[in-house]
């Protein structure tokens, strides 16, 4: 552990006087020297725009730019065709709704979400349902706040049965930590033909992911969650879908030929990344895949991370002023978990933690649906990675029991 948390440079600092205890981890992750000493290295020795020149830096460029392109479809069982970058996992999600919605979806037709959603996926098909006029539905999450009640889906499949042309859910939430059963999904959404899109933003991380032991249609993530830069984020579809799609965005690179009258789209991916890309961002990515695989075994992250969490859960169960919100079964979380501190405003208990170093969120993560489904106010969130240590975790218990006395008493 020691060895992994020396590569990450923005461990060593400060904050007000305070070695610095990042948990904040489900929002960001930081950046191990590799990945920045690679984007400095494109900058410095490389840089040039992709497939538009034939000198040795535009060579260059692109090979790095098509090799990181191969690194992300090798993370998630995927073929090079079939993966495409964008800025982030919202453009991702944004690109799969407006072109379905835009290509395939018409009036009366049904679009099937889950109450778990950040508003990046809720948000793109709110907006495109008001266009299409078809309907939304949404999956409800357990009473107990453990998951997805897929009953419900189930339901809906016999009310709607070849209308429902879509599910678009989370793999893992960024606010209660709990999995989504996504072979399940897939299982029900086939007995009626509908697509499955699958947001795997705070999994790929954390676990080991398969496309096509998955079976998904279409999975979104963000390089930034993974160690990688912010701006460059990943969009996978199945090759037979993908070729029958129109691009969302015209321009530059995304075309074969143009003529007065219209134009020729360029072989798959290409076409669906029009205009000069985040080449940096494509070098720090596939930097940051490199870096997994040399330093991470996924199966001993999960450990550690449950190892993590579970130091958390318990602690924040001991504590009567504070609320665990989802279960408080340290088993059924993944690397996260929020909470609410009775008297305490979050923004207070995030400011005051901050103090002492500590680094959370607070608010509501950008899944205000969820929050408003149990009727709770914004929440604290910490939430851990490979480079958190078992000594942080308990620091952050110790501060957090010290402000929470200090401010309500």
């Known amino acids: 552990m020691d060895d992994i948390r020396s590569q990450f440079p923005i461990l060593q600092r400060e904050v007000n006087g305070k070695q610095l205890v990042y948990l904040d981890n489900a929002a960001t992750t930081q950046k191990p020297k590799q990945v920045i000493d690679s984007i400095t290295n494109y900058y410095t020795n490389y840089n040039a725009n992709v497939h538009r020149g034939l000198h040795t830096l535009s060579t260059e460029a692109t090979n790095a730019y098509e090799e990181a392109h191969r690194k992300a479809a090798d993370l998630i069982g995927a073929t090079p065709e079939e993966v495409f970058f964008v ?4 453009e991702g999600l944004n690109f799969i709704c407006n072109t379905v919605a835009e290509q395939g979806l018409e009036e009366g037709d049904v679009v099937v979400i889950t109450e778990m959603e950040h508003h990046s996926n809720i948000v793109p098909w709110q907006m495109a349902s008001r266009r299409k006029k078809f309907k939304l539905e949404w999956i409800p999450v357990t009473e107990s706040a453990s998951g997805l009640d897929l009953s419900y889906l189930e339901f809906l499949v016999r009310k709607y ?3 429902l042309k879509l599910i678009s859910f989370v793999h893992i939430s960024n606010v209660l930590g709990v999995k989504t059963d996504v072979k399940k999904v897939v299982e029900i959404a086939k007995t009626v033909g509908a697509l499955t899109v699958l947001d795997a933003t705070q999994t790929v991380a ?12 279409y999975l979104v993530f963000s390089g930034h969650k993974m160690f990688g830069p912010t701006g460059i984020g990943v969009v996978y579809g199945k090759h037979e879908l993908l070729e ?11 075309i074969s030929k143009v003529w007065k009258n219209g134009a020729e789209w360029a072989e798959l991916p290409w076409r669906f990344e029009a ?34 969490t579970k130091i958390a859960v318990e602690g924040l169960k001991r ?12 088993d059924k979380r993944n690397s996260l978990v929020s909470f609410v501190v009775n008297g305490m405003h979050p923004h207070d208990v995030s400011s005051m933690l901050d103090e002492y170093g500590i680094a959370v969120r607070a608010g509501y993560h950008c899944a205000e649906p969820l929050h408003k489904r149990f009727n709770m106010q914004p929440t604290v969130r910490a939430s851990f990675s490979v480079y958190n240590t078992e000594d942080e975790v308990k620091y952050f218990l110790e501060i957090l029991d010290k402000v929470i006395s200090e401010f309500v008493g």
């Open 87 to 90: 800025s982030n996992a919202t």
């Open 206 to 217: 954390h676990t080991q992911i398969d496309v096509g032991e998955l079976d998904i249609d």
């Open 319 to 330: 504590d009567s002023r504070i609320k665990i919100f989802g279960p408080d079964d340290a």
């Open 244 to 254: 029958e799609t129109e691009p969302w965005l015209g321009g530059g690179d995304m």
């Open 161 to 163: 049965r070849e209308k």
């Open 275 to 308: 205009g000069t890309p985040n080449i940096a961002g494509g070098v720090g990515l596939m930097s940051a895949i490199d870096w997994m695989a040399n330093n991470l075994l996924m199966t001993q992250v999960e450990a550690h991370e449950k190892a993590l």
